[in-house]
């Protein structure tokens, strides 16, 4: 399984307002200039956001990675390949710079018990002919009351980064949710 993971948009709204009740989904608040390491327990990087992680430490390159897609590239056997957001400037790697697997970001909202809702994001999927990003990208999402889920997305184009979209329905089971 890759473990590259990009994410961009995360937004978790109910169906019939659409209210998006996530902060900071596009992880544009507080740009960077190139990218940023964070490590598990960090609050305050990624406004909105808490970086979860176990295996993830700074040593081995952090749990998440903010990316400016302006300027963060990396070299490959396929020349130098760039990750351009799904939109907007940034977007993150929840693997870190060392490849960890276990990285994360999680936010808690306030939800409605017994309201259903919708959890909406962008999964990312490098190249699979670069040699540091050899497969599908998958990524496993845990929210309050519901069973693991894990979403992959295999669309490969030549030196890009491809976005699949992917949505998460499910019925609130507490008054704060975390996802």
Same mark, same amino acid.
């Not at 056997?77 to 490849?99: K, P, V």
């Not at 519901?146 to 992917?166: E, K, S």
């Given at each position: 399984m890759k473990v590259t993971l990009l994410l961009a948009a995360l937004c978790v709204g109910a169906p019939i307002c659409s209210?998006?009740?996530?902060?900071? $989904?596009?992880?544009?608040?507080?740009? *960077?200039?190139?990218? =940023?390491?964070l490590n598990s327990g960090d609050t305050s990087s990624l406004p909105g956001w808490k970086v979860i992680g176990t295996a993830c430490i700074a040593s081995s390159g952090g749990c998440v990675l903010v990316l400016n897609s302006s300027t963060y590239t990396e070299p490959s056997n396929i020349g130098t390949i760039t990750?351009?957001?799904?939109?907007?400037?940034?977007?993150?790697?929840?693997?870190?710079? $060392?490849?960890?697997?276990?990285?994360? *970001?999680?936010?808690? =909202?306030?939800?409605?018990?017994?309201?259903?809702?919708?959890?909406?994001f962008f999964l990312g999927n490098m190249d699979n002919a670069a040699s540091n990003y050899p497969n599908a990208s998958a990524a496993l999402v845990r929210i309050t009351g519901q069973a693991d889920q894990t979403f992959t997305n295999n669309l490969v184009t030549a030196n890009?980064?491809?976005?699949?979209?992917?949505?998460f329905t499910f019925t609130a089971t507490a008054a704060l949710t975390t996802c």
């Amino acid at each position: 399984m890759k473990v590259t993971l990009l994410l961009a948009a995360l937004c978790v709204g109910a169906p019939i307002c659409s209210a998006n009740l996530i902060t900071n $989904g596009d992880f544009e608040t507080n740009p *960077v200039a190139n990218f =940023v390491v964070l490590n598990s327990g960090d609050t305050s990087s990624l406004p909105g956001w808490k970086v979860i992680g176990t295996a993830c430490i700074a040593s081995s390159g952090g749990c998440v990675l903010v990316l400016n897609s302006s300027t963060y590239t990396e070299p490959s056997n396929i020349g130098t390949i760039t990750f351009q957001a799904q939109s907007g400037n940034q977007s993150i790697d929840i693997t870190g710079g $060392g490849n960890t697997v276990d990285g994360g *970001v999680e936010q808690t =909202v306030a939800t409605t018990i017994g309201t259903q809702y919708s959890l909406t994001f962008f999964l990312g999927n490098m190249d699979n002919a670069a040699s540091n990003y050899p497969n599908a990208s998958a990524a496993l999402v845990r929210i309050t009351g519901q069973a693991d889920q894990t979403f992959t997305n295999n669309l490969v184009t030549a030196n890009h980064l491809n976005w699949a979209p992917i949505t998460f329905t499910f019925t609130a089971t507490a008054a704060l949710t975390t996802c």
